[in-house]
T-cell receptor, first 117, second 110 residues
Framework: NAGVTQTPKFQVLKTGQSMTLQCAQD?????MYWYRQDPGMGLRLIYY???????DKGEVPNGYNVSRLNKREFSLRLESAAPSQTSVYFC????????????????FGPGTRLTVL | GDSVTQMEGPVTLSEEAFLTINCTYT??????LFWYVQYPGEGLQLLLK?????DKGSNKGFEATYRKETTSFHLEKGSVQVSDSAVYFC?????????FGSGTQLTVLP
């Protein structure tokens, strides 16, 4: 049981290049999330997928696209990378989306460290 | 909107010292509250949680109580160890997402 896996672990891009970050979970979770982590700013939600076939914008979606390929996989694409997208990206999953006061733990992958030059 | 304000770090303590990391929140409705921990080079792990007012979450010697009257969820541990060195995030869960604080770096010296 690997939990949440992310590839690659590290990536360096030049401004304007594109790339896709991959995420997969083996816990049969319905909901998946992409966050970015920047110093002093905690984690900010980029996009999420409450269930297979649906995606929604989070707090900072500009410059990104996502695809929920199937129940297991949720990818994040940068079409034209910018230096402002230098960050650590985390994928997470949960059994279902949070609703009101219902507790619903999110499980995180190890992260992808992306540098855009 | 929802927000979480967390004690700024870094915090440096000696082993066996008492730890408090302050967390206050602003939210509508009745959110759930969480503490996550991030060890170097790893993703976040849930440390403890509370889902309603006056609940106390606890795990690995850490505790936090959901205080609705003061909108707080402060993290405490009576005696920290070197292995507790990590970044700690307070988070609020409501609607469809988690809102995180900025994180507090804790270093425990032997």
């Amino acid at each position: 049981n690997a939990g949440v896996t992310q590839t690659p672990k590290f990536q360096v891009l030049k401004t304007g290049q594109s790339m896709t970050l991959q995420c997969a979970q083996d816990m049969n979770h319905n909901s998946m999330y992409w966050y970015r982590q920047d110093p002093g700013m905690g984690l900010r939600l980029i996009y999420y997928s409450a269930s297979e076939g649906t995606t929604d914008k989070g707090e900072v979606p500009n410059g990104y696209n996502v695809s929920r390929l199937n129940k297991r996989e949720f990818s994040l694409r940068l079409e034209s990378a910018a230096p402002s997208q230098t960050s650590v990206y985390f994928c997470a999953s949960s059994e279902r989306e949070l609703a009101g006061s219902s507790y619903n733990e999110q499980f995180f992958g190890p992260g992808t460290r992306l540098t855009v030059l | 909107g929802d927000s979480v304000t967390q004690m700024e770090g870094p915090v440096t303590l000696s082993e066996e010292a008492f730890l408090t990391i302050n967390c206050t929140y602003t939210a509508t409705g009745y959110p759930s509250l969480f503490w996550y921990v991030q060890y170097p080079g790893e993703g976040l792990q849930l440390l403890l949680k509370a889902t309603k007012a006056d609940d106390k979450g606890s795990n690995k010697g850490f505790e936090a109580t959901y205080r609705k009257e003061t909108t707080s969820f402060h993290l405490e541990k009576g005696s920290v160890q070197v292995s507790d060195s990590a970044v700690y995030f307070c988070a609020l869960g409501s609607a469809r997402q988690l809102t995180f604080g900025s994180g507090t770096q804790l270093t425990v010296l032997p």
